[in-house]
């Protein structure tokens, strides 16, 4: 996301996990939290700081995209809308796949070439470094609805949102940011080398490049480029990231743990490349799924691992058991569940028939 706070030198006492990052952070058979973690969500009132650089940033942004989603459908090339389409869709890609999955949560490994497609990608959507996204998005994990959490949902729809890049971050984000482990982080040089030269990468591949190409490539004017696959592309990219943040922590069903804030949404699946099902999600953050296979398995990016995986690119692949996924709904779910997983009783027919499955073995 882009920066929204300096960093602080700050103590504060010390404030219990409310959930798992790693497989490892489990403590329970069914990779749960064996201890009541409802009493620890809370939002402290206090006094909001406000950023007001981003604020009129975002501003601008929100204006300029409207405009440009009226040259969408008035002015600008064939062309431009197909690359605005794919590069909405990639853009995404650098986040859920990269920022998210491979590098957050660990949820798979990639060989050198698919790294360093998904950091492109990333650099392109411009939701800050991966390390820095990475280290917000485990902070939100382990201390998810607190005043730790960077986008604590206890503090409203807009705020968690977009609010809190609005204004300066609680004492309790920065303080548990510096204790999180980032030590993975610090020793890939890739990250860190993006970290480094983020400000120069950036405009380059999120504002240069989105606009340069269809102006060069296929004669588009400055004013299209710019307005459509430019601003209209990152906006739209950064509210169907901030949806998981805001809507898929309040609206929706808790079938894997009712105990928690996070929620599965359907429509939001489709919306975000299959990142809807959140509930699942903070459940089990180590799958490379995010969802369960059937009708949970509709997902661009799972698509997008799988066939890199296919090709060797993407390996060591985690996912969850289904007996796993069945002992946590049992002891925790709020009851919405009615499908276990693939070859369940009641999964639908056509779900099955619809569903891939990838890397068999030659009998």
């Known amino acids: 996301m882009p920066p929204n706070a300096e960093e602080q030198k700050i103590s504060q006492p010390d404030m219990c996990t409310t959930g ?20 620890l969500k809370h939002a402290e009132k206090r006094k909001i700081e406000l950023v007001w650089f981003n604020i009129i940033a975002f501003a601008y942004l929100y204006v300029a995209s409207t405009y440009g989603i009226w040259l969408l459908f008035t002015a600008v090339k064939w062309q431009t809308s197909v690359f605005t389409l794919f590069a909405i869709l990639f853009s995404a890609l650098g986040i859920s796949g990269g920022a998210h999955r491979l590098w957050t949560h660990r949820t798979f490994k990639a060989n050198l070439p698919l790294q360093l497609i998904l950091l492109f990608l990333n650099t392109m959507a411009f939701q800050d470094a991966v390390y820095i996204w990475a280290r917000d998005h485990r902070v939100h994990h382990k201390y998810s609805e607190t005043d730790a959490d ?8 807009f705020f968690s949102h977009i609010g809190w890049l609005c204004c300066k971050k609680h004492p309790d984000v920065i303080a548990k940011g510096k204790g999180i482990d980032l030590s993975d982080l610090r020793n890939d040089p890739l990250i860190m080398f993006q970290k480094k030269y983020y400000m120069i990468l950036m405009p380059i591949c999120c504002f240069l490049l989105t606009t340069a190409i269809p102006m060069y490539c296929w004669n588009e004017s ?13 906006c739209l990219t950064l509210n169907l990231i901030w949806l998981v943040n805001s809507s898929a922590h309040m609206y929706g069903k808790r079938p894997y743990d009712k105990t928690i804030s996070p929620t599965d949404e359907h429509f939001l699946v489709w919306l975000r490349f299959g990142e809807g099902y959140h509930n699942y999600h903070h459940v089990f953050p180590w799958d490379y799924k995010s969802a369960e296979l059937g009708k949970y398995s509709r997902d661009f990016t799972t698509y997008f691992i799988q066939f890199f995986a296919s090709i060797g690119w993407a390996y060591d692949l985690k996912s ?13 779910g709020d009851g919405s569940h009615n499908v276990w997983g693939w070859g369940d009783k009641d999964q639908a027919k056509e779900d099955m028939e619809e569903t891939t499955i990838t890397h068999q073995k030659d009998e």
């Open 20 to 39: 798992v990052l790693f497989e490892a952070d489990a403590e329970t058979i069914d990779g749960g939290l064996a201890k009541d973690i409802k009493h």
């Open 150 to 157: 960077p986008y604590n949902s206890q503090r409203g729809w």
């Open 320 to 332: 969850v058991s289904t007996d796993m996924v069945k002992r946590r709904v049992i002891r925790t």
């Open 222 to 234: 400055f004013n299209n480029a710019w307005h459509v696959p430019t601003l209209f592309r990152w």
